[in-house]
C-alpha cells in the first residue's frame, strides 16, 4: 500500500517540490512550511513557503466514451520572503531564490522523468512514482512591504506559482465479471434427445481469466 492510495497525487508533488527546496542548503536558514494556515510572523523570516493553489481536471480525450479520464492542471505556488533595508539588495535577493527553485526544480533529472523517478544517488524518488508530464505555466511577482508586519522591517516577497500537467485514469470497479460462456449448438426447439443425437453437436465452455484490478486512478 503507497501514499497515494489514500492521498491525491497533487498533494505528492507539493511535498516532492517541498521536500528537494527544504533539503537544498539554499534554504538551510529558511523557516519553511507546506501551507499558509498559520501567519508569517517577522521572527519567522527568511521564509519559505510551498503550497497547493488550486487544481483544475478536464477530460482526457472525449469525455463520454471509455473510463474517466482527467487531465489536471495543479498550481503550485511558492513564496520566499525576506527583510532587508536596502530594496535594491531586497529585490535582487528574492530573484536569486526564484532563480534558485527554477533551478532546482526543473532540471532535477529524476523529479521531473516521466518514466521513473528514482534517484540511483540518494535512494529516493517521487512517492509512488508519481509523475509530471509537464509544466504549463508559470508567474511571478514581486510584492514589497505588508501591513501584517506593521512595516517595522522592510520586506520583500518573491510570489512564484507554477501549472503542473498530468493525467490521471479511473477504471471501474467491476464485480459482476464474464468468467464463463457455455455454448452448445444443434438445439431446435422442441426436439428430443434422440433428434438432437442425430446431428453433429458442439458443447464448449469458455473460462475467462480475471484482468488485475485497477482500484484507484493512475497518473501517467
Known amino acids: 500500500m503507497g501514499i497515494t492510495d489514500t492521498q491525491s497525487y497533487s498533494l505528492v508533488i507539493r511535498d516532492v517540490f517541498f521536500d528537494a527546496l527544504a533539503a537544498d542548503p539554499y534554504f538551510a536558514n529558511y523557516t519553511k512550511r507546506k501551507n499558509k494556515m498559520l501567519q508569517v510572523q517577522s521572527e519567522l523570516i527568511p521564509y519559505l513557503g510551498v503550497y497547493i493553489i ?17 487531465n489536471h492542471t495543479l498550481r503550485i505556488g511558492f513564496s520566499a520572503i525576506i527583510a532587508h ?8 535577493t528574492i530573484d536569486a531564490a526564484f532563480w534558485h527553485i527554477m533551478q532546482r526544480l526543473w532540471r532535477d533529472q529524476y523529479i521531473m522523468n516521466m518514466l521513473d523517478t528514482y534517484n540511483p544517488h540518494t535512494g529516493a524518488m517521487n512517492a509512488d512514482n508519481t509523475r509530471i508530464e509537464s509544466i504549463t ?7 514589497f512591504g505588508t501591513a501584517q508586519f506593521n512595516n517595522e522591517i522592510p520586506v520583500a ?15 471501474p470497479e467491476i464485480t459482476d465479471t464474464l468468467d464463463e460462456i457455455d455454448v452448445r449448438t444443434g438445439i431446435k426447439i422442441g426436439d428430443t434427445e434422440e433428434e438432437m443425437a ?10 475467462f481469466a480475471p484482468a488485475p484490478e485497477k482500484g484507484k486512478g493512475e497518473s501517467r
Not at 157 to 171: G, N
Open 54 to 70: 488550486d487544481e483544475t481536471m478536464l477530460p482526457d480525450g472525449d469525455a463520454n466514451a471509455g473510463c474517466i479520464r482527467f
Open 198 to 207: 442425430q446431428r453433429q453437436q458442439l458443447h464448449a465452455k469458455y473460462v
Open 85 to 92: 533595508n536596502d530594496p535594491v539588495i531586497a529585490e535582487q
Open 137 to 143: 505555466r508559470g508567474t511571478r511577482r514581486h510584492v
Open 157 to 171: 516577497e518573491l510570489q512564484y506559482d507554477v501549472s503542473c500537467f498530468y493525467r490521471t485514469d479511473w477504471w
